[in-house]
């Protein structure tokens, strides 16, 4: 039986990350390697790179807006990741390689990834002291789940229409849903994979601290 290989430690996984020819997350001195996106995952994302690079040069200049190319780094879970789109309007948090104060966090999430999106990733996230929202976009349908950090807590709103607005605070951004989804083709109502029993976790108050879940 060959021996387990040893935890890598943050160090030697950012100098090996830095070398390897695919994108792997780091778990808690575990990788995990990224599969390839869809196209409609592709041009989701670019939307939101797109509009909010758009709302960073209009009035938010102090912002920086990061597409999946760049880590944030959680160090209560001792986890990097790679989100769809960061946001950071630190002018302190200026390592080359990953944030660690993002105020705004994107994931478009698939069948395959929806489980991880709302539960291991979630809740790294909130313990995000910088962070003001978590939103994670459907790749196949119309809806967004969009969790704010209000006064008595993490609150959690699923959007589903064409004008249901997704916002940023720190950015000063507002996008509809007809936005995020522009020139997407989504799956035809029927078509697309059945909910899995993970979609009832977005209303489970034992993960990462209290949430409710409304409508928009």
């Known amino acids: 039986m060959e021996p387990k290989p040893a935890p890598l430690t943050p160090s030697e996984y950012l100098d090996r990350e830095g070398r390897s020819p695919i994108k792997r997350e780091y778990v808690d001195g575990e990788v995990y390697a990224m599969s390839g996106a869809k196209r409609r995952h592709n041009l989701i994302a670019a939307n939101l790179v797109y509009r909010a690079r758009g709302a960073s040069v209009i009035g938010r200049q102090e912002c920086q807006v990061f ?81 704010r950090r209000e006064s008595t807590g993490w609150r959690g709103y699923i959007l589903d229409q064409a004008d249901d607005v997704v916002e940023s605070s720190c950015l000063g951004l507002r996008l509809n849903l007809r936005q995020i989804y522009e020139g997407v083709e989504l799956l035809p109502p029927g078509a697309a994979e059945p909910e899995t029993p993970e979609y009832a976790a977005v209303s489970d108050t034992s993960q990462a601290g209290d949430a409710s879940v409304t409508g928009p």
């Open 67 to 147: 597409g999946s190319d760049m880590k944030v780094y959680v160090e209560t879970h001792n986890s990097f990741y790679y989100p769809d789109l960061s946001v950071c309007c630190d002018a302190s948090d200026r390592n080359e390689l990953f944030l660690v104060r993002p105020c705004f966090i994107v994931e478009v999430t698939s069948p395959s990834t929806a489980s991880i999106d709302r539960r291991e990733k979630r809740a790294a996230y909130w313990t995000l002291e910088s962070l003001r929202e978590y939103a994670i976009v459907d790749q196949d349908r119309m809806r967004v789940e969009l969790y």
